[in-house]
């Protein structure tokens, strides 16, 4: 048996050039396909067939406010209502709601509990019932959200 | 002292440090690539509220319902009118009940277009109760003041 010629250990470099270039091209990628986008959010609502037509879900003492929203020919806003009385804005129906809210505190009710339906025309832009339902939902008092109505319902579309 | 020298030096530029930088700003975009993008459609610019709040969690058996401005829902990427979304909801009713599910534990992600008319987003959601959906989710872009 003939002893193998003894080689110098080298050192074996490894070219990194082709990994590179694939990781710059991965970052690029990533790079071009992010899109900064707002996050979303939900309102979540609970609404079972036949409790949209104006009665208490169960055996409530309070009454709902009704809100009624209505549309100009184009779509947009043209008034806001509750009980029946004219409201300004949606920061008028923001501290108006917070009143029933805070008086149904202090006679003992929990807010939850009460209940807000939205009546609105039916070419209304939906953006205001957001904004409506925005302000009914709660307020934001130095960063925090108070939360004020959860359960809110509609109106039957087409009914005035 | 004497040094030894090994023959002639090669210079190697040390890489390691720019290959981590690299592989961690790779992870960083990977992390904030959204993969939810499918169910986000450019055709539907979302009404704007500081209260809606971010989803807690995956929803339990979502259907997205996307309502454009001019009154279509767009399902399986075709614009179906609001009078005929029945069919397709029947469908995933039933699929829901084959999972052994409860449709009304299903959420309807309502994502509806702030020119929408609201009637039409009523008639979606009132086509869903008759379904047997009672959970809603209105969705808004979240945009604190």
């Given at each position: 048996m003939t002893a193998l010629p003894r080689r110098r250990l080298e050192k074996v470099a490894i070219n990194m050039t082709p990994m590179i270039d694939v990781v710059f091209q991965l970052m690029i990628f990533f790079m071009l396909t992010l899109n900064i986008i707002a996050p979303e959010g939900d309102f979540d609502i609970r609404m079972p067939l036949?409790?949209?037509?104006?009665?208490?879900?169960?055996?409530?003492q309070l009454p709902p406010i009704k809100v009624r929203l209505t549309a100009q020919a184009d779509g947009s806003l043209a008034g806001i209502g509750m009980n029946g009385e004219p409201v300004s804005d949606f920061d008028d129906l923001r501290q108006r709601v917070a009143g029933i809210v805070d008086a149904a505190e202090a006679s003992?009710?929990?807010?939850?509990d009460v209940e807000l339906e939205l009546d609105c025309d039916y070419?209304?832009?939906?953006a205001n019932v957001v904004s409506a339902i925005t302000a009914v939902s709660g307020r934001v008092d130095d960063g925090r959200v108070i939360e004020m109505i959860k359960k809110i319902t509609f109106a039957p579309p087409g009914t005035d | 002292m004497i040094r030894r020298s090994n023959g002639p030096a090669t210079v190697e530029n040390d890489m390691t440090p720019m290959i981590d930088v690299t592989f961690q700003l790779i992870t960083f975009f990977m992390f904030v690539?959204?993969?939810?993008?499918?169910?986000?459609?450019?055709r539907i610019q979302l009404p704007v509220s500081?209260?809606?709040?971010?989803?807690?969690?995956v929803l339990e058996t979502p259907i997205t319902m996307q309502l454009t401005a001019d009154g279509g829902v767009l399902y399986a990427g075709e614009v179906v009118p609001v009078d005929q979304i029945d069919r397709p909801l029947q469908q995933e009713r039933e699929i829901i009940e084959a999972a052994g599910k409860d449709p009304k534990q299903a959420t309807v992600i309502v994502r509806a277009?702030?020119?929408?008319s609201t009637g039409d987003v009523q008639q979606v959601i009132r086509i869903c109760q008759e379904e047997g959906f009672e959970r809603f989710a209105l969705r808004a872009l979240y945009k604190p003041e």
């Open positions: 036949g409790k949209s037509a104006g009665q208490p879900s169960d055996d409530l003992g009710a929990v807010a939850a070419n209304l832009d939906y | 690539l959204n993969f939810s993008e499918a169910e986000q459609d450019e500081q209260l809606a709040k971010p989803a807690e969690g277009d702030g020119r929408a």
